[in-house]
Each structure stands twice: as structure tokens, then as C-alpha cells.
């Protein structure tokens, strides 16, 4: 997987100075014309979309390298390859760890600009993301108002919600609580609990009720929602960098593409693409308004509202659903309202939103 490196030091929007900066990042096919799509990843996700999105990325599938030219990169402040706590500060020659520099999803996209103008892409013709992902492709587009063709956000947000910045700030506690301990074991146990506090957002309680529930009306001691956090926890600690984990939340609070460009409403009406804003009906942590949000002030917009056991985690889920209104929305069909299970489904609201469609 080849790994971008910045000539110039990157000034981060805190005004600090941060080099050398790495970006690892993967491609699928052949640059071919305006045939471009961008893949943004969620938080604790990599640069190998065609294995965390294996159902929409790869050869036969909604992203096949034989019609597009597919990127996708680690976002800056991660552990899979790009510069982040776990990189080696140069003025100390030991890994950042806690003395990080604090970033933001801006900071993000700066990486993302400077790595598409490495590899000579210009107009970006479709441009997808879910959850953190999506608030990378907002802030992109809304610094860029016409460089892309299409926008495909998923499960996300113009504006981090305090709901899910209590969220963030909770599982901060417990790293934060392992972390001042001075004892690692007790630091990488709270890495576990703060996944396991997440869970709780990514999932529904018809989740938890439909997959963990107990086989046996007997049980009085052992149970299999119990297993199932710490086995969450204990999932993401063999492969996650706990201080990426506290830098990454931190960064997805500051999302706000209105910030320094006189608010949302003006910041996405300057938007020039065609946009397909997909909303989770279960999804508890990016709620079904903040997408209807989106779709009120982007001038060409339409919205998707998935029916979906998983809550958010169904944008990582619901493959073939996804599948079905992506394509038509790229074909230019317009699908009809939909309920009970099938591809999309209309959210209660939309009608009302000015200057919308529906699917």
C-alpha cells in the first residue's frame, strides 16, 4: 500500500506546525478522465475499502476498478500508515503518544487535497463516505464547492451534535482514566470500555434484543450481551492505537463545516453537486434530522432513509440495500417510496423539505 509524504510541513487549523506528514493510501484501477471516486473511511477504519466495504468495492461491484479510478486514505491522525500518535516526533525520536498536536476534520482534508494534487486528480466525479467519513466529504465539498460531480454522504453531518460529543467525551473518561493510572494494562482496558460505550451508539437496542438475547429463560449469571462488549473491546484493542482513539474522537467533535464561512446554511447552498444524503431510520448517533438537515440547504439534493436492524453500523452492513439507491441515483432514476424492509424508505419529513426528492 504506498504512503504519500508531504514535501511541505502541514499547518494544522490550531496553528500548529506538523512534519513530516504521512499519508498511507490505496487505489483501485486506472485514472481514466472525470471517472473518480473517492472513499472516505469511518473512525477506527483504514485505506483497504475493498476489504472493510468488500460489498461495494471491487471487481462485478457498485465500485469496479474496470469503470472507476477508486481512492481511498487514511486519515491523518490514524494507525494504519499516516502520521499519528503512534508515529515516531521527531524532536524527541519516540512515538508521539499523548503530545500529539490536536486535529479536526479540516486538518483531515487538507491531507485529502494535498494527496489528490500528488496524484494528479482534479474534478472528482463521486465522493462517498459514512459516519466520520462523510463529515471528511462535507468538509471537503464545502471547501471546494465544485470539485465534485456527485456526493454520497452516509449516517453523518454538516455539525458534530452534542449528543455525539457526550458520546466521544464518555469514552474519553475511561482512556483518560486508564491512560493517568501510569499502569498500561489498565490503559489499554479502558481503550476496551470506551469501545464498549460505543457499541451502544452504533447499535439499537432491537440490535441487542434480536442478537444477543439468551437462549434460555434459566441464565442468572452469564450472558451474552456481557460477552459481547467485552469481546468488542477486546477486538479493537489488538488493533487500534488508544491515543489514535482519543485524537480521532477529538477531531470528530470540531466537525463543522459552517465554521469560519458564516454558518451551515452558507456553507452548504454553495455546495454545486448532486447530492444523495443517506439516513439510517434506527441510527441513534447521527440521527434521521441531521440528514434532512443536509438535504433542507444543499441546492440539489436528494434523500435515502435505510430500514436497518443495525442502527448506524448499517452503512457497514447493508450492502446490497446500499447498493440498489446509489445506483439508481447515479443512473438518474428516481425511485418510489418504499417501506417495509425494501431498498429506501421516504422519511416522514422530506416531502416538505424545498427543493428535494425523495427515494
Not at 428516481?334 to 427515494?359: C, K, M, V, W, Y
Request: proline letters at 5%; charged letters at 20%; hydrophobic letters at 40%.
Amino acid at each position: 500500500m504506498p504512503t504519500f509524504t508531504m514535501e511541505e510541513p502541514l499547518r494544522l487549523e490550531s496553528g500548529h506546525l506538523l512534519s513530516p506528514v504521512q499519508i498511507r493510501y490505496e487505489t483501485w484501477g486506472r485514472i481514466r478522465g472525470d471517472k473518480v471516486v473517492w472513499i472516505f473511511h469511518a473512525l477506527t477504519a483504514n485505506a483497504d475499502a475493498a476489504d472493510w466495504w468488500s460489498g461495494l468495492v471491487g471487481s462485478g461491484k457498485l465500485f469496479d476498478p474496470a469503470r472507476y479510478f477508486i481512492v481511498c486514505a487514511n486519515m491523518l491522525g490514524s494507525c494504519y500508515g499516516s502520521t499519528g500518535p503512534a508515529s515516531v516526533n521527531p524532536k524527541t525520536g519516540r512515538p508521539y503518544g499523548p503530545d500529539f498536536p490536536r486535529i479536526t476534520i479540516r486538518d483531515m482534508v487538507t491531507c485529502h487535497r494535498r494527496l489528490a494534487d500528488h496524484l494528479g486528480i482534479g474534478p472528482i466525479h463521486i465522493g462517498i463516505g459514512g459516519s466520520m467519513g462523510g463529515q471528511q466529504l462535507l468538509e471537503w465539498a464545502a471547501s471546494e464547492p465544485a470539485r465534485f460531480a456527485y456526493l454520497i454522504p452516509l449516517a453523518t453531518n454538516a455539525r458534530h451534535s452534542p449528543w455525539g460529543i457526550a458520546f466521544n467525551e464518555a469514552q474519553r473518561m475511561a482512556l483518560r482514566a486508564g491512560i493517568r493510572s501510569g499502569d498500561a494494562e489498565a490503559a489499554q482496558m479502558g481503550l476496551e470500555a470506551a469501545r464498549a460505550m460505543a457499541m451502544l451508539s452504533y447499535r439499537t437496542y432491537q440490535t441487542y434484543k434480536t442478537t444477543q438475547a439468551e437462549a434460555s429463560d434459566e441464565e442468572a449469571y452469564h450472558f451474552r450481551a456481557s460477552s459481547y462488549q467485552r469481546y468488542q473491546g477486546l477486538k479493537l484493542r489488538k488493533r487500534f492505537d488508544l491515543h489514535s482513539y482519543y485524537t480521532l474522537s477529538q477531531a470528530m467533535d470540531s466537525h463543522h463545516i459552517g465554521r469560519g464561512r458564516s454558518g451551515l446554511e452558507q456553507a452548504l447552498s454553495a455546495i454545486e453537486s448532486r447530492v444523495l444524503a443517506v439516513g439510517i431510520q434506527s441510527d441513534i448517533l447521527f440521527p434521521l434530522e441531521e440528514q434532512a438537515l443536509l438535504i433542507r440547504h444543499l441546492p440539489d439534493a436528494r434523500l435515502a432513509v435505510l430500514d436497518s436492524l443495525y442502527g448506524h453500523d448499517g452503512f457497514l452492513i447493508e450492502f446490497k440495500k446500499i447498493h440498489q439507491f446509489v445506483a439508481a441515483f447515479l443512473d438518474g432514476r428516481i425511485l418510489p417510496h418504499q417501506r417495509n424492509g425494501n431498498p429506501a424508505r421516504s422519511f416522514p419529513d422530506a416531502e416538505a423539505l424545498p427543493g428535494s426528492e425523495t427515494f
